[in-house]
Nanobody
Framework: QVQLVESGGGLVQPGGSLRLSCAASGSILSFNIMGWYRQAPGRQREMVAIITRSSTTNYADSVKGRFTISRDNAKNTVYLQMNSLKPEDTAVYYC????????WGQGTQVTVSS
């Protein structure tokens, strides 16, 4: 059973930065796609950034130029570097991994507030 464990969330002031980590229990090379999604209160879960096995990336328009997704295959970890954070980035951030099945982590809270 694949496990994804997110970490790195917290409280940050507007304009600040955070780096989220998603550690997988097995090799992330087994996944076709990994990504970060977020869900704010009262809203649907939305894609933030995805990265393929070949490291092709895609971002939501709202985070382009501010967030960067990356992967470290040796550490079986995917990262989300978040810069210039805004209050509207406040949400629970989830890691997702896709093979022929879909796996989700438990989520990590990111709060952007002064």
């Amino acid at each position: 059973q694949v496990q994804l464990v997110e970490s790195g969330g917290g409280l940050v002031q507007p304009g600040g930065s955070l780096r989220l980590s998603c550690a997988a229990s097995g090799s992330i090379l087994s996944f076709n796609i990994m990504g970060w999604y977020r869900q704010a209160p009262g809203r649907q879960r939305e894609m933030v950034a995805i990265i393929t096995r070949s490291s092709t990336t895609n971002y939501a328009d709202s985070v382009k130029g501010r967030f960067t997704i990356s992967r470290d295959n040796a550490k079986n970890t995917v990262y989300l570097q978040m810069n210039s954070l805004k209050p509207e980035d406040t949400a629970v951030y989830y890691c997702k991994a896709v093979t022929f099945l879909v796996y989700w982590g438990q989520g990590t809270q990111v709060t952007v507030s002064s």
